[in-house]
């Protein structure tokens, strides 16, 4: 067997951001992967399909418009973007 490399990418920023229709992701957003969608006790989150295209629809205008943030409450900052 060959040696090999894994790379494992995780950790960075936590945030939370609010979706039109007012439901709200905790998410982790490492710098160089997606973004995670969390549980309040931070184990990854999965999001059913329609879910999941709200969270990367809000994230990715979110991202476009500079990542500004707002408050920042027990190390999780609030996304602030116009949708």
Do not use: N
């Amino acid at each position: 067997m060959e040696p090999g490399v894994i790379c494992v990418i995780g950790g960075g920023q936590v945030y939370r951001i609010e979706v039109p229709g007012g439901r709200s992701y905790l998410f982790e957003m490492p710098h160089l992967c997606f973004p995670t969608p969390l549980k309040a006790d931070y184990s990854e989150r999965k999001l059913k399909e329609r879910e999941e295209m709200r969270f990367l629809q809000a994230v990715s205008l979110w991202c476009q418009q500079g990542k500004r943030v707002g408050k920042t409450i027990r190390d999780v900052a609030l996304c602030v973007y116009e949708s």
